[in-house]
């Protein structure tokens, strides 16, 4: 497989770009994306070959869900359930930003054993992405499991380089820093990463 690398300006995107990156993830393809955070590795949430194929060239425990990423809180309802009154004011501090929430998931939709990890990036490039794919996206981070997550589209190549269709260089990533993931399935909340968010800044909006 070749990999075919896009070049987008994150400040002026070029919106033909966006559709041809949407079009592989469409076929069940995976495409490599800059987030504000680190770049990610984005496939449809619902395609269960390519979900399977980031877990391979990832080589990453089944038993290790992958975060997926939504345009909008509207598809969070549909993956979601039992979502408490401290994910909203979680959502409206923080969203779109760096904080993966983890939340009980829908029946339906269980694919990590009960709960799933949701954020909206705050990256143009990845909201245009998730826009024209009208679905969410698993998107994880761009590396192989253990070794530092990739903040350059160069390093992306150096890990998956004929691995995956595509990879949209859009800079480097602004903060360089994976997203906290916060499990709220938890009583009390527990941290699971503390990435750009701190400890400090979730509870100053939940105690």
Do not use: H
């Not at 380089?161 to 938890?186: F, N, P, Q």
């Amino acid at each position: 497989m070749k990999t075919k690398i896009i070049k987008i300006d994150p400040e002026n995107i070029e919106l033909a770009k966006i559709k041809k990156a949407a079009e592989v993830i469409k076929k069940g393809g995976i495409v490599a994306f800059p987030t504000e955070t680190v770049y990610g590795l984005a496939a449809d949430f619902f395609n269960k070959e390519a979900v399977e194929r980031i877990y391979k060239i990832k080589k990453r425990p089944k038993d290790k869900p992958l975060s997926v990423q939504i345009e909008d809180i509207s598809y969070l309802e549909k993956l979601a359930c039992g979502i408490p009154t401290s994910a909203y004011q979680l959502m409206s501090k923080f969203w779109p930003g760096p904080l993966t929430l983890v939340l009980p998931a829908r029946p339906e939709y269980d694919k990590t054993g009960g709960t799933i990890g949701v954020r909206i990036p705050d990256s143009k490039i990845a909201q245009s992405l998730l826009k024209e794919c009208s679905t969410p996206l698993v998107a994880p981070s761009a590396n192989v499991s253990g070794e530092p997550a990739a903040t350059t589209a160069p390093e992306v190549s150096r890990y998956f380089d004929g691995l995956i269709e595509m990879i949209i260089d859009g800079g480097k990533a602004k903060l360089g820093v994976a997203s906290t993931v916060l499990d709220l399935t938890a009583s009390p909340y527990k941290i699971l990463r503390e990435g750009a968010i701190t400890q400090k800044d979730i509870q100053s909006v939940c105690n």
